[in-house]
Each structure stands twice: as C-alpha cells, then as structure tokens.
C-alpha cells in the first residue's frame, strides 16, 4: 500500500531541473508532496485533488494522473535550499489512513 | 496557532520500560495520526483518530502500543515493555479534514532510543 517513488536519490547542480515520481497500486483521492531535511519534520508543499490537476508552488509544481495513480513534482532551477528528502502522501478514495511514499533524496550542489 | 506540538523532543529509556508521548494538534484539527520514522525510511502509519475515536490502527502495530485521544484534543502514545527496535522518531500529525487545502501539519516528533 506505500507509494512507490523514483528515483531513490538524485543530485543536481545548482540551476537544474528534476522530476519525482509517485505511483500507487490504489485509487487515489489525493496526492500530497513533502520535503524532509535531515532531523526534521516533513514540510507540506502541496496537494493535488482527483481531477489530473497540475499545481505549482514558487518553482516547484506537480501533476496528478488520477487513472494511472501517479503523481510527478517537477523541480525546475533548483537551488540549494532544494536539499531534502521528497515524500509524496496518498489519501485513497476508501479509509483515512495516509501512507507515505519511499521517498526520494534530493542533494543541489553548486 | 503555534502548530503541532510534541512532547518530550527527546526521551532514552531501558529496554523494558514504558514509556509516553504527547501531541497537541493544531486546536481546529479533528484529525490527528501517529507515525514512525527510523532513519533512511519514510514514516509509517502507526493510527489515526477523528475527534476522539481512533478509527484506524496500522496491523503492523503490536499490541505494546496504545494511542488515546480522551477529549478530541491532545493525543497520548504509549509503549509498553520497551524493546530496541522500537527506537525510532515518532511523529504526530493533523489536519482539518480529508484532502485538506494546507494538507497534513507536522509536529517536531519525539526521538526515542531504547537502550
């Protein structure tokens, strides 16, 4: 029932562009993205509702394929502050428990 | 609204003991859920509760855990008979509703090392 995520672990320089993506083996009611840094507690991004909507949050956006059940988030000029680890969350269309996904980790170098 | 908050940010106990945590959730939050997080590793649902009733309980939790929300406000976890493995941070999180708009607030979480 956890999202599976990919890649596992990503590096970048400064300035490029990364996609995350998300699958479920469950019908979706919605997709969340999180961004953890070491020793903290996961930070909401956002959250896409069934529909095949597509958000966006200063460079960060992300789209929601409600038949696939998947979910990219798109990471365009990455910065530094970008570091962490990326968890998407899914809240299925029965039940109220939220799994999150594998996670993947981001490091930005310069 | 000073967010979630988790009580003790940090505890060490012997293998054995039992131990408690506390989160207070966001004061308009009826929704509020437990996870488990140990390094490298996404957290993982422990329970959730609505208002006051614990409506869901992850199977992977074993019958030493036991989580209380007696007034639909803060929430206790409990631990009993504490082993190694269940070193871990332990998070709490809420929300105002399924597919809430500013999706799910996290607390700080309490790390726990058995020793």
């Known amino acids: 029932q956890q999202p599976v995520q990919s890649p596992q672990a990503v590096i970048l320089r400064e300035g490029e562009d990364a996609v995350i993506n998300c699958s479920s083996s469950?019908?979706?009611?919605?997709v969340h993205w999180y961004r953890q840094k070491h020793g903290e507690a996961p930070v909401f991004l956002m959250i896409l509702l069934k529909g095949g909507e597509q958000k966006g949050h200063e460079k960060i956006s992300a789209s929601f394929n409600e038949k696939k059940q998947q979910s990219s988030l798109y990471l365009t000029a990455s910065q530094l502050s970008y570091s962490g680890t990326y968890f998407c969350g899914t809240e299925s269309n029965t039940g109220n428990q939220f799994y999150f996904g594998t996670g993947t980790s981001l490091t930005v170098i310069p | 609204d000073t967010g979630v908050s988790q009580n003790p940010r940090h505890k060490i106990t012997k293998r054995g003991q039992n131990v408690t945590f506390r989160c207070d959730p966001i004061s308009e939050h009826n929704r509020l859920y437990w996870y488990r997080q140990t390094l490298g590793q996404g957290p993982e649902f422990l329970t959730y509760f609505q208002n006051e009733a614990q409506l869901e309980k992850s199977r992977l939790l074993s019958d030493r855990f036991s989580a209380e929300r007696p007034k639909g406000s803060f929430s206790t976890l409990e631990i009993q008979r504490t082993e190694q493995g269940d070193s871990a941070m332990y998070l709490c999180a809420s929300s105002s509703l399924k597919g809430a708009r500013n999706g799910y607030t996290f607390g700080s979480g309490t790390r726990l090392t058995v020793v």
């Open positions: 469950k019908a979706l009611y919605s």
